[in-house]
């Protein structure tokens, strides 16, 4: 599951294909992963009542309408993210964040508001272009809030996503991270490229692609 932020607010929330949709992109491999991940809902849903056979049925077809070995496990995001990741307040200025980010020498982090609630992403690209935007404004634009400027939507996976789904957005959008946020809209983590290939190292066996 894909949910889609704009300054906090939900604007989308729903599979990997209406993403697609949202965004006018056509997927660039559609035989590379057939299955709705709704099967990983229903899966994990499952799971939780103790429904054991009916649980490795739900898997064992997601398997197969993806190509997947059906001996292999299904990984989610939540198995490969970032937990302790880092982010900052959206009531700290354009300038903590720039300097937070030069200090940790990160690309971009997640904004949240109170609680942890997802709002946005920032990097040095939009900081940037807000001061571009009114360079001879550009010491008082510094002292702005985040939660004060527009920021760009942000796309965001639930933890419990199929690594695969993430990992085809990620391409097919050009996104190097995702924040794993869950349903009450409460960061959980990140996934990066580099999460990713150091799944595929270190995962045995383990099937990006089908």
């Not at 995702?178 to 799944?199: Q, R």
Request: glycine share 2%; charged share 30%.
């Amino acid at each position: 599951m894909f949910t889609v932020y704009n300054n906090g607010n939900v604007g989308f929330r729903s599979t990997a294909d209406n993403l697609y949709e949202l965004k006018n992109i056509d997927e660039l491999s559609p035989a590379r992963l057939k299955p709705d991940e709704g099967f990983i809902q229903q899966f994990n849903n499952k799971k939780d009542q103790g429904e054991k056979k009916s649980s490795e049925n739900a898997i064992s077809e997601y398997k197969k309408m993806a190509n997947i070995d059906t001996l292999e496990p299904v990984y989610e995001v939540k198995d490969i993210m970032t937990r302790n990741c880092i982010y900052i307040d959206n009531e700290s200025t354009i300038k903590d964040a720039y300097d937070s980010l030069k200090e940790l020498d990160i690309n971009q982090m997640p904004v949240v508001s109170f609680g942890k609630k997802i709002t946005a992403m920032i990097n040095k690209e939009q900081i940037l272009n807000l001061l571009m935007n009114d360079i001879e404004n550009s010491k008082n634009i510094l002292k702005k809030k985040l939660n004060d400027v527009y920021l760009d939507e942000v796309i965001t996976a639930n933890p419990i996503s199929d690594i695969r789904r993430v990992a085809k957005v990620m391409i097919d959008l050009k996104l190097d991270a995702i924040p794993i946020v869950d349903e009450n809209d409460i960061l959980h983590g990140i996934v990066s490229k580099t999460d990713i290939i150091k799944a595929i190292s270190h995962i045995p066996h383990f099937q990006l692609w089908s």
